[in-house]
T-cell receptor
């Protein structure tokens, strides 16, 4: 089983709203990732959690706030987003961490910021 | 600086024929390479990987070839099927905890 689940599938929010994206995996993986993907572009890494600790933050604006409550769950809290933040947000997990470790992606959350 | 390049944005192939998707990289520290397939509005699906100690890895209809001296890898799909129509991303990383670096993707269209 290589399933990563994400909720919600679609999200529309205003620029003053606060919302959260959720990601879950039950593969026993110890690394989890958030990526952002714009149309016809490759995924861009945002954050990496390794053993429930934030290990990489790719200089993401503070209006995006990640949280890893436990080794199976990863959240992305959103606040005061801009229309240009509209994108597909992908969660991924891997056995250990960045490096020789295959990352498995969830289906993504399609976010639209009005 | 694009460290992983897929120079063909699109490729069209007849059903039953071979599809060859190419990828070049510039960072000599990369030693693990992956191919992902992506349908619109879905997450990338892992297809196949290869480490730098090998020059070929095969899984069913999918074969990845790695030419380290040329810093080039390719994905062969034989025979191609209409369900293979998707965007294919090549990705590379190193064994030092480096990030996964993606190419720009190649959109494959397999026509019946």
């Amino acid at each position: 089983d290589t399933e990563v689940t994400q909720t919600p599938k679609h999200l529309v929010m205003g620029m003053t709203n606060k919302k959260s994206l959720k990601c879950e995996q039950h593969m026993g993986h110890r690394a989890m990732y958030w990526y952002k993907q714009k149309a016809k572009k490759p995924p861009e890494l945002m954050f990496v959690y390794s053993y429930e600790k934030l290990s990489i933050n790719e200089s993401v604006p503070s209006r995006f706030s990640p949280e890893c409550p436990n080794s199976s769950l990863l959240n992305l809290h959103l606040h005061a987003l801009q229309p240009e933040d509209s994108a597909l947000y992908l969660c991924a997990s891997s056995q250990e961490g960045p490096g020789w470790d295959t990352q498995y992606f969830g289906p993504g959350t399609r976010l639209t910021v009005l | 600086d694009q460290q992983v390049k897929q120079n063909s944005p699109s490729l069209s192939v007849q059903e039953g024929r071979i599809s060859i998707l190419n990828c070049d990289y510039t960072n000599s520290m990369f030693d693990y390479f992956l191919w992902y397939k992506k349908y619109p509005a879905e997450g990338p699906t892992f297809l196949i990987s290869i480490s730098s100690i090998k020059d070929k890895n095969e899984d069913g209809r999918f074969t990845v070839f790695l030419n380290k001296s040329a810093k080039h890898l390719s994905l062969h799909i034989v025979p191609s099927q209409p369900g293979d129509s998707a965007v294919y991303f090549c990705a590379a990383t190193d064994n030092q905890g480096g990030k996964l670096i993606f190419g720009q993707g190649t959109e494959l269209s397999v026509k019946p």
